[in-house]
């Protein structure tokens, strides 16, 4: 199912922050910041250390996407 990290993006945006700031300040590698902009999954421990520094909810940060895919059963 894709996922959608917009929600993450908006949030720093409004705090007024890069991903350089995320990468650091979480404790996260630049991959997977690279995965999280090209909209592909990372790790839900990932996903927490990124939560934690920000104090939110992983629902905060990202949505998963309907698949395009329709199945005829």
Do not use: R
């Amino acid at each position: 199912m894709p996922v959608s990290y917009k929600k993450l993006w908006k949030i720093l945006i409004d705090k007024d922050m890069k991903k350089q700031d995320l990468q650091k300040s979480a404790g996260i590698s630049w991959g997977v910041v690279t995965k999280l902009s090209k909209g592909e999954t990372v790790s839900m421990d990932v996903l927490i250390k990124i939560c934690k520094y920000l104090d939110c909810d992983i629902g905060d940060i990202m949505e998963l996407l309907p698949d395009d895919k329709k199945t005829n059963e």
